[in-house]
């Protein structure tokens, strides 16, 4: 079975969707114990990933491929994990604020999460302060990532964690902002909890974040 | 005796695409807007394509036949002349006669005074326009930064307009926040020709309006397009994608794509009202695959660029390019490096318009001392434009007789007569070592920040008559009550 991990983290290098899909599923059918399959098979594969990214020797397009990789063991194993190991794989809802229509770069750091484990959902462009509120209250996420690009939506973030307090349900999310025109001085202004100038600094920004 | 039989080429040539690699280009493109479509979000929009050849499905699906494409794309103007406020600067926007500028809405600038990064303001906008107002090489004005410190972020666009007429009389490129944003910035250009028909003959601006890549048009960039259609307002519909993330990996592919997105707009113009100056566009870079920055000093950029720039001279139809901008998050070697190439390429290219000139750190940081620099590299570079003539005064074949083996041309009148039409440079160093020590052994970059502090000093524009000043200023305050409403 230990094989299989090696196989899984060397999958996940290689940017093997479909393959990394199908072990874990036959790990899961063997009856190993989900949490050493994210540890052992998973996240370790990840965290090469992430090595050889900082050390450029994998570029986005192959990290992004790992992350699919990750994502389809993740959609299996799930279901299965302990309530305490899917919280440190847990959801990020990703949202471009109201007036905004870039979505490339939080696209981009979307994908990077579930790279990292995480249940992506993913709201889109455009959308209201309620509309995300809502989905707050439905989902119940660990992370909010809240992206602007222009200097005249950045203040709909604010907003957002406004009518976060507003609903009472401020301190169930961590709030994590990006975008080009936004910096950590604005973050810390309008009371978010993490700033990530970028995809991968944001992930690790939301792995703290949950890890507490 | 002159001869027969003879071609001169009067000065460099220079381009990307075969005349065969165009139509392929071309033809590809048709096939995208007819098999794949384009998504409109703006209800006037599909109702336009619903009433003509064209099929809409999936509620904002649009396909049109190529029938349709091609009356359309036919009947945009072949070139479009714009006017400065004053009448003193003139640009025409044809093939292969290239205007240089700046690029618009960054939203950080350097201080000039404590060298830190903060926010761009009014004041920012109106010095950018002053230093253009000034610089010989370059021709047309966009707002370098955004405005910030308004009262209202949605009629920004009104304040930028204003701060750039104060402080520059070229014509310009604007951005605005929406249709009804440009309907203002429309009526506040009229201002200066005298009535709305008078304007058509004389347009000060042309409207910067984007797709979303890949295939995608939302509802004020529509909103915009069809205004323009109406009122005939020259404008540029300008995919920005970033190749392998928003558009193909390969050049040719996001080319491609570039063209659909832009016949597309020439459709649903041609529907509303046939004939707009279209301007053809495209930021066609590439996202950095490390560091996922959309790079404003790729090679790729200039080399899709002067390739668009190739396909639109085909067209009949002016070009909006890039230049003179750099991925640096300083004025360094990087980005002089990054400046001059892509400057060289996009002139070399013909393209009517090159903007972002004096972008640094990926379009989002501003730079005065940028468009001092840049403004010399152009200068470089169209000397090198020039070409060479090989009339016999300047084969001067009787002159080196007459001087002859061995003799001098530094006292020749020759030599008083020509030189004079080589480039002189204002801020590059050519003094002897000795020399440049003496005059405090300064740096490019010293020479640069001087000479941006003497334009800003020194160089006032002429100012706005008093009476239009309150008309514009009219047209701005009732922007703010109906948005404060
Ligand atoms: C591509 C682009 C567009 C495309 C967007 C396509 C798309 N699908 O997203 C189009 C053409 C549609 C567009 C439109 C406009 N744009 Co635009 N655009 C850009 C551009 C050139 C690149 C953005 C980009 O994709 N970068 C690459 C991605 C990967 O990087 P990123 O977005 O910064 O994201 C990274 C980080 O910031 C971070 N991040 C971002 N969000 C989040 C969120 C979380 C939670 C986390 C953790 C991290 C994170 O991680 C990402 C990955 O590393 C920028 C310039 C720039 N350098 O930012 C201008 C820019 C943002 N745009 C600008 C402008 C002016 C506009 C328009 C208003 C132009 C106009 N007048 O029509 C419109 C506005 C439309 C609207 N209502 O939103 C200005 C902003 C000025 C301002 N007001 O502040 C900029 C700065 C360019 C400029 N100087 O003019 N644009």
Redesign the pocket.
Known sequence: MSEKLGKIADGLLHGKIDEVGELTQELINDGMDPEEILQKGLFAGMDVVGKKFRDCEMFIPEVLRSAKAMHAAMEKLRPVLSEESSSKAGTVI?V?VQ????????N??GM??EGAGFNVIDMG??RKTEDIVEMVKKEKPQIL??????????PKMGEVINALKEAGIRDQVKV???????TDDFAQEIGAD?Y????????E??LELVKG | MPKINQTIQTTPSFRVLSENQIEMIYSAALDVIQSTGARFHHEEALELFKNSEAVVTDGNLVRVPLSLVEKAIKCHPRKINLTGRTGKYKIKLEKDVVNFGT?????FTYDRETGERRRTNYNDVVNAARIVDFLPNLDFFMSHG?VQDVPNPQV?DRHQFMAMLKGCTKPMVL???DGDGLKDLWKMASLFRGGEKEYRLEPLFVT??????PLKN?K??VE?LLFSAEKGIPCMYT??P?SG??APATMAGMLVQSLSETMMASVLTYLKNPGMPLIMGG?TTV?DMI????S?GAPELSLASAANTDISKWLGLPMFSTGGCTDSKVLDEQAAIESATSNFYAYLSGASLVHDVG?I????NASLESLVMNDEIIGMIRQMGKGINTEDEYLALELIDKIGPGGEYLTSEHTLTHYKNWFQPRLQDRSDYETWVREGQKTMNDRIREETDRILKEHQPEPIDDKIQKELEQIIDAAEKRHSK
């Open positions: 990703m471009t007036g905004d229509l870039h979505d490339i770069g939080k981009l750091a990077m999460m462009i455009d990532g809240l992206s602007a690009l222009l200097t005249t939506t950045m994590i902002v990006g975008g080009a025109p936004v993490a990530a100038p970028n995809a991968s600094i944001g992930t920004k939301a | 690029g618009s809405d960054l939203p955004i920004y951005t605005c926040v910067y309006i984007e797709p979303i890549s939302d004020t960039a915009k995919p920005c970033s993330a928003t930021v996202l560091t996922t920055t959309y404003y972008y750190d990926s379009g989002v």
